[in-house]
């Protein structure tokens, strides 16, 4: 099977979880349902973040007896989300590369649930001989692996979901750092402690609806007990999202999940963290939660959503020793700025795909209004840009003109290298939209 079908899983997620909390709690009641019956394995109905603990330790049953052959069967699965199927992934993984042992997967019979195990590489980790790599790199970050060795790896990963959040949600700069560091952090502790034979997971989502994103990072190695040299799995991480608290404190200043677990909380959103036996969560408003679950996940797994809303939330999530943390050189400032400091948007390269679209049109929208929360000015490099198409040339500069007013616009944004075909279209959609108004959005 290959991933041609239309890569809208974000759309299918959101339908999916509608009418279901949003994010739920590691100790919250076993919802869905999962049966192990000689080497096939169920998973009914609606699975809920909260299952998790139950889905792993399942697989982590069925794998003990050390069986050639596992079928993971996803056929009555009605929902689903990367919280449940991310952590799954180290965990097949090192059974398939260090145990020999091959997954068949069956995917859900419901299309649109389907659609996503592809889109989303669940189905391409778990069985890769069956399913390729989703490789359409627009909108979302499906399930991808980064190698202990590769640090390239977790830059292209970090620049994707900065992408996803500048072309999907709203954002502060600022805002915007303190997701690119906690992810920075919390890939960088799998090279540097989790000793991971399948190196580490990781996939993000944008939730439009709440205007936040959320990550998750998965790796098969010794968990945060062994590396801390800590007894009990429990109070490892409690000491783990400690201020100050490292293992090596000759290399590390223990910040890391200390850090994103305050920019998760006070922005709204939710933390989790299980490693071993042990499970640690909390949402923005309640209370912090642990405990001691009986079948352990073998290596760590962590879960940040982060809410958008605050521009304040660097300075206030971002306190070590009481001063405040401002990370330098953001992404921003290596992808978009200039020596400088003018924001460039190269369309031919960042805008490419989006040329054909209303939806395109949209994101690109999104993302010159999110940069221009960071600079006053923002210039649009249309060199190597031919034609556009005129929807995303409406939805575009259409809308941008008439939301912003004219004056703003012209002050605001600068147009450079534009081809004289493409300067008639957005004239053409600014003078159409000026006269229809941005009523019906
Ligand atoms: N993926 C992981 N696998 C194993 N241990 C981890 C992992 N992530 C964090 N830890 C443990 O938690 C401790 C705290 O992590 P962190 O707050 O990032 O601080 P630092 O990395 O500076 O030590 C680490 O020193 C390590 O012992
Ligand atoms: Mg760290």
Same mark, same amino acid.
């Given at each position: 099977m290959t991933v041609d079908a239309a890569p809208r899983f974000n759309r299918?997620?959101?339908a999916l979880t509608r009418g279901r909390p949003a994010i739920a709690q590691a100790g919250e009641p076993w919802m869905g349902q999962v049966e192990h019956r000689d080497g096939h394995i169920t998973v009914g109905a609606g699975i809920h973040p909260a299952d998790t603990r139950r889905l792993c330790g399942v697989l982590h049953q069925a794998v003990q007896p050390g069986p050639t052959h596992l079928t993971l069967d996803f056929s009555a699965c009605t929902g689903i989300t990367q919280a449940v199927m991310l952590p799954l992934i180290p965990i097949v993984t090192s059974c398939r590369e260090h145990r020999g042992i091959r997954f068949d997967l069956v995917l859900p019979s419901d299309k649109a649930l389907s659609r996503l195990f592809v889109n989303t590489n669940w189905a391409h980790h778990i069985a *890769?001989?069956?399913f390729e790599p989703n490789v359409h790199r627009g909108g979302h970050v499906p399930a991808l692996r980064f190698e202990d060795d590769g640090a390239n790896g977790q830059d292209a990963i970090l620049a994707r979901v900065m992408e996803l959040i500048l072309r999907k949600l709203e954002t502060s700069r600022d805002t915007l750092k303190a997701v690119e560091w906690s992810l920075g952090e919390i890939m960088e502790n799998v090279p540097i402690h989790a000793e991971s034979p399948v190196g580490g997971f990781v996939q993000a989502t944008a939730f439009g609806d709440g205007n936040a994103v959320e990550f998750v990072v998965a790796d098969g190695g010794v968990g945060i007990a062994a590396s801390m040299g800590a007894g009990?799995?429990?109070s490892a991480l409690t000491d783990a999202i400690t201020e100050g608290v490292t293992r090596d *404190?000759?290399?590390n200043a223990g910040n890391g999940l200390f850090g994103s677990y305050q920019v998760a909380v006070l922005s709204g959103g939710a933390f989790e963290l299980r490693s071993g036996k042990g499970v640690l969560?909390?949402?923005?408003?309640g209370d912090l939660n642990t405990m001691q679950s009986t079948v352990p996940y073998p290596g760590t797994s962590v879960r940040c959503r982060v809410g958008l809303g605050d521009p304040g939330l660097l300075a206030r999530a971002l306190r070590f020793r009481g001063q405040s943390h401002d990370p330098p050189r953001d992404y921003l400032e290596r992808e978009y700025e200039d020596?400088?400091?003018?924001?460039i948007l190269n369309m031919k390269e960042k805008a490419s795909g989006d040329f054909g679209s209303r939806r395109g049109g949209r994101r690109i929208r999104r993302m010159v209004r999110n940069l221009l929360q960071a600079r006053p000015r923002v210039v649009l490099d249309f060199e190597g840009v031919g034609i556009i198409t005129s929807s995303f040339a409406d939805e575009f500069f259409g809308r941008l003109f008439v939301s912003m007013g004219p004056r703003a616009f012209m002050t605001r944004i600068r147009l450079i290298n534009v081809d004289a075909t493409?300067?008639?279209l957005i004239d053409r959609a600014i003078?159409?939209?000026t006269r229809l108004g941005n009523s019906e959005e």
């Open positions: 299918d997620f959101v *890769p001989e069956a009990d799995d429990e *404190p000759q290399r969560w909390r949402r923005g408003d020596q400088a400091g003018l924001l493409v300067e008639g003078i159409q939209r």
